[in-house]
């Protein structure tokens, strides 16, 4: 009989299910144990499932056995996997309206139980910013704090390696499979990551990148930090603006820097924003973290 982890891979994995779907699914028939014998009608009672979606859960339910090898292969290659429905999963992805059916980690788990800021900008990053990412992600660690980002080029890099450079930890969340990692120049800063920190997705580990997936890693990085700090806004792709928004919506404290002293007022003023000036403002956002 498969167990709740196999069935819930299953279930993300072939049968299209998200957080809002494994949710209905809870409510209406209890433990992921409970759903082998729903019916295809049940299903398609569910709002936004419909015929279709309730024959790719069937179909995933009937194949749920055969992911209890998977779950043995990868803790041979040391990713964990913990769900929803376990006691380790973090409690603070819990208070978010969308928290992942399952999580694959790989590093060091005791990074979780430290508080955490977001860092986070641009991917074409400026080298005052690059600074500014690596001097407050050191700033912030000597105060004790974990650094959060999305392994992303530019800012989030900068942000790791501050973070790691002198001894401290970070998590990188990321919008593909651990051992997918985007940008594949980013690998063996991953694999520094996990000697001290954490690798997080909410994918397979070997499920490629896609926007859609990066764009929505940034709720789990605010949600994994005390407050968001976009540390360098892009010219003209603004993705690090996406972090900021799901940290307003999740209740976190938002601030940004400009190191180059370029935003226009409109941006900033649009930003609901705190400014901050350097690494002489990291107490103040201690200040406001949640």
Request: glycine share 8%; no cysteine; aromatic share 6%.
């Given at each position: 009989m498969s167990g709740h982890k196999s069935i819930i891979m299953a279930l993300t994995e072939i049968g299209g299910v998200g957080p809002k779907i494994f949710q209905q699914l809870l409510l209406r028939f209890g433990p992921p144990e409970n759903f082998t014998?729903?019916?295809?009608?049940?299903?398609?009672?569910?709002?936004?499932?419909?015929?279709?979606?309730?024959?790719?859960?069937l179909k995933a339910l009937a194949k749920a056995d055969h992911f209890q090898d998977k779950l043995e292969n990868y803790a041979e290659i040391g990713i964990g996997i913990t769900t929803y429905l376990d006691d380790d999963y973090p409690a603070m992805l819990r208070e978010i309206d969308d928290p992942p059916?399952?999580?694959?980690?790989?590093?060091?788990?005791?990074?979780?139980a430290l508080d955490h800021v977001a860092l986070v900008g641009t991917t074409r990053a400026?080298?005052?910013?690059?600074?500014?990412?690596?001097?407050?992600?050191?700033?912030?660690v000597d105060r004790g704090y974990g650094v959060v980002s999305g392994l992303a080029s530019g800012i989030d890099s900068a942000a790791h390696i501050g973070a790691i450079k002198d001894?401290?930890?970070?998590?990188?969340?990321?919008g593909c499979g651990i051992m997918n990692i985007y940008p594949e120049e980013n690998t063996l800063l991953a694999d520094n990551i996990t000697e001290r920190g954490l690798l997080i997705s909410e994918y397979d580990p070997f499920r490629s990148v896609k926007a859609a997936r990066l764009i929505l890693r940034n709720r789990l990085i605010s949600a994994f930090s005390?407050?968001?700090?976009?540390?360098?806004?892009?010219?003209?792709?603004?993705?690090?603006?996406?972090?900021?928004?799901?940290?307003?919506?999740q209740?976190?404290?938002?601030?940004?820097?400009?190191?180059?002293?370029?935003?226009d007022p409109e941006t900033i003023a649009n930003s609901n924003a705190l400014m901050i000036k350097g690494?002489?403002?990291?107490?103040?956002?201690?200040?406001?973290m949640v």
């Open positions: 014998s729903v019916t295809l009608s049940e299903l398609e009672d569910i709002p936004r499932v419909g015929e279709n979606g309730s024959q790719r859960i059916p399952i999580l694959y980690m790989k590093g060091n788990y005791d990074t979780l400026t080298q005052d910013g690059l600074r500014l990412a690596i001097d407050l992600a050191r700033a912030f001894g401290g930890s970070t998590i990188a969340v990321l005390k407050a968001v700090v976009v540390v360098q806004i892009g010219v003209e792709r603004r993705g690090e603006l996406r972090t900021a928004h799901y940290a307003y919506k209740a976190r404290p938002v601030f940004i820097a400009d190191p180059d002293g370029s935003l690494i002489e403002s990291v107490d103040d956002v201690v200040k406001y």
